[in-house]
C-alpha cells in the first residue's frame, strides 16, 4: 500500500492535501483495493456545502456501494469531471484522481499523518 507522506487521513479512509487554503480530497490506496474495480461515482454540486464527518457523495464498485465521507468542512468549489467518465482512475492512481476541492475550510476531522493511517490500517486488515 502507498500512503504519500505529504497527506493526511481520515479514518474514513479519504485523503485531504491542502493547497493554498484548499482542501484537495480524495480516496485512499487502502479505501480503493478494498473497493475493488470502481465503476461509478456520485459527486456533489459545485457550491455544495462539505460538513466534516459526513456523506458528500458515494463511489460504487463490483463490491459494494460506499459513502463518501468529507474531511472538512466548508463549500465545495471544484469536482473532478473526468471520474463521471472514468471512475476507474480512482483505482489506477488514487493519490492523483482527486475528488473535491473545498474552500473556505472552517474545521476539520481528526487527520492522521501518513505513519499513523498505515497503522490504522494494518489493525483494519
Not at 27 to 45: C, K, R, T, Y
Amino acid at each position: 500500500m502507498n500512503y504519500p507522506a505529504e497527506l493526511k487521513y481520515s479514518e474514513s479512509h479519504e485523503w485531504v492535501r491542502m493547497e493554498d487554503g484548499i482542501a484537495v480530497v480524495g480516496i485512499s490506496d487502502f479505501a480503493q483495493d478494498a473497493l475493488g474495480d470502481v465503476v461509478f461515482v456520485n459527486l456533489p454540486e459545485v457550491g455544495d456545502e462539505a460538513v466534516a464527518a459526513e456523506a458528500f457523495g458515494d463511489v460504487e464498485s463490483v463490491k459494494a456501494v460506499s459513502d463518501l465521507i468529507s474531511p472538512v468542512t466548508g463549500t465545495v468549489c471544484a469536482i473532478n469531471e473526468e471520474l463521471l467518465d472514468a471512475p476507474e482512475l480512482l483505482n489506477q492512481d488514487p493519490y492523483e484522481a482527486w475528488i473535491i476541492k473545498v474552500e473556505n475550510v472552517t474545521e476539520t476531522e481528526d487527520l492522521m499523518d501518513a505513519a499513523a493511517y498505515e497503522e490504522f490500517c494494518a489493525n483494519q486488515e
